[in-house]
């Protein structure tokens, strides 16, 4: 192929999906998100409200929460936030929570809830079209390599592709991540160089 | 070559070197660093004396001294450090501090010091003596590419060789880049896959 496959980056920060019944504990029955800034990926969103997220080592004041509300409330951190909260966070693809480690508490306004599962540092990944996906000669569940440029130059393997006509073209990678590979900043162009099997 | 070229990676978490005069400010005149725990490199140790580190936005409470003293004083911080002080560090070499940006300020017990310039975000390298570069076919200043496995795997762009007798194989990368490969351990053995021109 002869044309790059350049793909725009999003950097991650630590952040929080949340169910309705969690949101009516944390803040008050009834409640409902308020949208701050639509996020790239259509019908997301970053909500005005944010938790203090707390965990046995440490915590974080204002963690925020994305938004549509979900099924299940799912907290995403770093690794090196990580070891600041304490927890042995697992490396897993979003939505997979089901085991990842305890430990965790959030608090707001109206009440605290301490989650058993749903910590987890999320997988690298890259949303697309399913027609971005054909004309990239990929498709969902592919797993590819991506390079960034630079002096801190660095490829990602294991880079996950999701595609589904709900996305947006967009590679997500966490503070970590952006920070090893210079200052890796929204919007910067990563390429990809190779499918792996 | 058939041989694989592998190396032990060592984490540096922030730190600094201190110069004779800046450690006589900050601990008090004729004062003397106590070995805490020999480094990986010959002569080098982690020291007893930590420091407070202060930046525009926010500081380190205990940031540790790494012995013995040098000619000039030099912090070296990630880029995610970089941040929570508020201060643009600049990406360098070792030693090459000239016109890095100010802004931060050191306080031990006795007193403190402004920098004007010495914080930096280390570039990653490799230290291996001269024999161990003519086996893996490199020689001091060749800059490489480094492979880690694993879930998170990643490869380095840009890694600088310094080929010395007075060195130990090792190859330093801060606590961003090991934590976006997965989590690098100390003594985890990473590939040089390719030297770069």
Known sequence: M????????????????????????????????????????????????CVELHGPKGFFA????????????????????????????????????????????????????????????????????TAEAEAFGLKDMDMVKVKADGLRGITFDNVLVRANDSYALEMHVDMDEGNAGGVIRNGDMLEIIEVSK
């Open 62 to 129: 204002k963690v925020r929460i994305l938004g549509p509300t979900r099924p299940v409330t799912q907290v995403e951190i770093s690794i090196s936030d990580s070891f600041k909260l304490g927890i042995k966070a697992a490396v897993r693809q979003s939505g997979d929570v089901t085991g990842s480690p305890p430990g965790c508490k959030l608090v707001g306004p109206k009440g605290q809830v301490e989650i058993s599962e749903g910590v987890i540092v999320a997988s690298r990944h890259i949303h697309m079209t």
């Open 2 to 49: 002869s044309k790059k496959r350049l793909i725009p980056v999003g950097l991650s920060n630590r952040h929080l999906h949340i169910s309705d019944i969690d949101l009516a504990t944390l803040f008050g029955q009834g409640y409902e998100l308020t949208v701050l800034k639509p996020l790239i990926q259509p019908g997301q969103y970053a909500a005005e409200e």
